[in-house]
């Protein structure tokens, strides 16, 4: 909840922008790391070559609680009117409330009781615009990248690379 007051919040900072011949604003509805998690909006300025999104959507359908959002933060470079590349930052909270987790402190059973778990995923993207990127049309896309976990009982970066894809509509 606190990532999607923390997007109306930035709403009005972009409205600010110039938005005459200079910049572009483009709305977007899709799947994947670009939209949040697993399905979200997204919205685009775009100048030039460059593009600054900003993605939030649903992080999880497999879990049965309600607070599990993602927030995308995302930079891409024209290479061609089909083909950008980028960077991505995707944030995605698991509350864990109420939740025990079993260990032991000298040899007796104890619980501790287990905090939300916060994960950050850092990513090179590729994205392929089916029309060319200034117009309205379908997209597709990839990321790999690193991603980083913490909680009140482990903190980790989890082996290996991690893969996303996104697929949307940008309008």
């Known amino acids: 909840m606190k990532q999607l ?3 109306i919040l930035l709403l009005p900072i972009t409205a600010l922008a110039d938005t005459s011949s200079q910049f572009d ?3 977007g509805l899709g799947l994947g790391t670009q939209y949040g998690g697993v399905a979200g909006l997204k919205y685009s300025i775009r100048g ?3 593009s600054f999104y ?3 959507g649903r992080a999880d ?3 049965s609680d309600d607070e599990r959002y993602g927030l995308t933060l995302g930079w891409e470079k024209s290479l061609s009117e089909h083909h950008a590349i980028g960077v991505a930052v995707r944030t995605r909270t ?3 409330d109420g939740a025990y987790i079993a260990t032991t402190i000298d ?3 104890a619980y501790m009781e287990a905090k939300g778990r916060y994960e950050s995923f850092l990513a090179g993207t590729y994205t392929y615009h089916f029309k060319p990127s200034s117009e309205p049309g379908f997209l597709t896309g990839v990321s790999i990248g690193k991603t980083y976990s913490a909680s009140n009982y482990r903190n980790e970066f989890l082996s290996g690379l991690d893969y996303g894809m996104h697929f949307g509509y940008q309008f």
Do not use: E, R, V, Y
């Open 25 to 27: 604003t483009q709305f």
């Open 61 to 63: 359908f497999f879990k």
């Open 48 to 50: 030039n070559s460059n």
């Open 107 to 109: 040899g007796q059973p």
């Open 94 to 96: 698991d509350p864990l």
């Open 54 to 56: 900003i993605g939030a």
């Open 5 to 7: 007051f923390l997007i």
